[in-house]
């Protein structure tokens, strides 16, 4: 059982580029979010899902898409990559989206926009 | 909209010292409030929530719904403290607002 998985570990990305960040749960979750955690700020929510097909947009949507077309993977996709976007994410799920679960995360990405 | 305050970006307290995290929230409903720990080189884990009432490695938190408050505590802290701690606050349907974290070290 793998929990959370996100890849890749580490990405630089020059400004303008697009790229896709993974996320995968085995533990058969219905909820899965992306969070970004910045120095001082905490973790902050951009996205999620309370199950296949459907998502919704968190705290600091813009700049991000994502898709749910299957209950494990949730992957977060950066149109076109801002510095302002280097940051670390996280992906976590939970196993339904009622109230008070806890949340699982996977190891993060750290992502560097030049 | 809600927030929380985490006031201490770093505490520093020595082996067997009590160690106490401050954690103010903003909410105008009924808050389920949790605090998440991060170790070194480990994931972010939950450590505690208010809705178990429970006690987990030492630490306990009491949510103070007059001063709006969620500290957690330790009465004697161990060098395997030592992390990145986190109070977040959940409205809704699992959405998570976390505070800004506070950094705990623990000096033998």
């Known amino acids: 059982n793998a929990g959370v998985t996100q890849t890749p570990k580490f990405q630089v990305l020059k400004t303008g580029q697009s790229m896709t960040l993974q996320c995968a749960q085995d533990?058969?979750?219905?909820?899965m979010s992306w969070y970004r955690q910045d120095p001082g700020m905490g973790l902050r929510l951009i996205h999620y899902s309370v199950g296949a097909g459907i998502t919704d947009q968190g705290e600091v949507p813009n700049g991000y898409n994502v898709s749910r077309s299957t209950t494990e993977d949730f992957p977060l996709r950066l149109l076109s990559a801002a510095p302002s976007q280097t940051s670390v994410y996280f992906c976590?799920?939970?196993?339904?989206?009622?109230?008070?679960?806890?949340?699982?995360f996977g190891p993060g990405t750290r992502l560097t926009v030049l | 909209a809600q927030r929380v305050t985490q006031p201490e970006k770093l505490l520093s307290v020595f082996k067997g010292a009590p160690v106490e995290l401050k954690c103010n929230y903003s909410y105008s409903g009924s808050p389920e409030l949790f605090w998440y720990v991060q170790y070194s080189r480990q994931r972010l884990q939950l450590l505690l929530r208010h809705i178990s009432r429970e006690s987990i490695k030492g630490f306990t938190a009491d949510l103070n719904k007059g001063e709006t408050s969620f500290h957690l505590k330790k009465p004697f802290a161990q060098e395997e403290d030592s992390a990145m701690y986190y109070c977040?606050?959940?409205?809704?349907?699992?959405?998570?607002?976390f505070g800004g974290g506070t950094r705990v070290l623990v000096k033998p």
């Open positions: 977040a606050l959940e409205a809704a349907g699992n959405k998570l607002t």
């Open positions: 533990m058969n979750h219905e909820y």
């Open positions: 976590a799920s939970s196993s339904d989206h009622f109230s008070y679960n806890e949340q699982f």
